[in-house]
C-alpha cells in the first residue's frame, strides 16, 4: 500500500544477485507497452562534473538545463495515462553523487522513481526514509531450478545429488559455474569452492581472448600470470 501511494522504492541486493537483470526486464516490458520509461546506470551519469544526479540526466539526455528537463518530465506525466517511472541502477558506483537530490522529484505527480544499491552501500542514499526498500534474493528457494535450467543450457550433466550451496542462489556466480564447466565430459566437479571456479573461469575466458587475438599457442593461464595477477598488484 506504502509503495503504491508513495510510488519510490530501493531494491537492494548482493553483487550479481541480479538487481540490473531485473530492472532491465521491468523497464523493456513498460517501453514494450508503451509506458513512459528512462532508465540509467549510474556510471553513465558521474561522467559529468555534477554532484546532482537530476542536472546529469538532463545533460545525458541533451536537454538544455536541468530546468528544461523538468519541465519536459512534468508535462510527461501530466499528459500520460500510464505512471512515468525513472529507474537508476546501482547507485553504488557513482557514491560521489548527492542521491538525496532525487528529491527535487517527489513533488512531481504520476511520477515513480526506483533505484538499487548493492547490499552495505545503502548509506550512498542519505534519504533512505523516504522510500520502500525490497530486497532482492537471487534464486534463493528456487535453486535446483535455476540450476537445471543453467546446465541444460550449458549442456552440462546434472549432478545425481541436488547442489543446495547457497552459493547457487547468485545468478552471477551460476552462470561463470556454468561457463567454466561447459563441456567437461566428465561429472560436474564438486568440493573444489568458489575460488577454484574463479581460476577456472578466468583460464577459459583467457582461452577464448588469446583464440580471438591469433595468440592461441599460448598457455591458458598466461593472461592470469602475465596480465591480470600484475594489474592486481
Known amino acids: 500500500t506504502r509503495l503504491f501511494n508513495t510510488p519510490r522504492m530501493i531494491l537492494r541486493g548482493d553483487a550479481g544477485i541480479g538487481k540490473t537483470h531485473l530492472l532491465c526486464d521491468y523497464a523493456k516490458s513498460r517501453i514494450d507497452t508503451g509506458k513512459p520509461t528512462l532508465i540509467f546506470l549510474a556510471h553513465e551519469l558521474s561522467a559529468s562534473t555534477s554532484t546532482d544526479p537530476i542536472e546529469c540526466m538532463a545533460s545525458l539526455?541533451?536537454?538544455?538545463?536541468?530546468?528544461?528537463?523538468l519541465d519536459d518530465l512534468q508535462k510527461l506525466t501530466t499528459k500520460s495515462m500510464d505512471r512515468v517511472c525513472i529507474i537508476i541502477d546501482a547507485v553504488n558506483e557513482a557514491d560521489q553523487m548527492d542521491w538525496s537530490a532525487l528529491k527535487q522529484l517527489f513533488s512531481i505527480s504520476n511520477l515513480s522513481v526506483v533505484v538499487s544499491v548493492r547490499n552495505g552501500y545503502e548509506s550512498v542514499i542519505k534519504n533512505t526514509n523516504q522510500y520502500t526498500t525490497i530486497e532482492h534474493y537471487g534464486f534463493a528457494d528456487m535453486?535446483?531450478?535455476a540450476i537445471d535450467t543453467c546446465f541444460k543450457h550449458h549442456?552440462?550433466?546434472l549432478p545425481e545429488i541436488p547442489i543446495v550451496d547457497p552459493e547457487f542462489r547468485n545468478p552471477l556466480f551460476l552462470?561463470?559455474?556454468c561457463e567454466s564447466y561447459a563441456g567437461k565430459k566428465d561429472k560436474t566437479p564438486r568440493g573444489h569452492g568458489a575460488t577454484h571456479v574463479f581460476e577456472i573461469y578466468v583460464e577459459t575466458q583467457s582461452k577464448k581472448l588469446l583464440e580471438e587475438i591469433g595468440l592461441a599457442k599460448l598457455p591458458n593461464d598466461y593472461l592470469r600470470k602475465n596480465?591480470?595477477?600484475?594489474?592486481?598488484?
Open 61 to 69: 539526455l541533451q536537454c538544455r538545463t536541468k530546468k528544461a528537463f
Open 143 to 145: 535453486e535446483w531450478e
Open 155 to 157: 549442456k552440462m550433466k
Open 175 to 177: 552462470s561463470i559455474f
Open 227 to 233: 596480465v591480470i595477477k600484475k594489474m592486481g598488484i
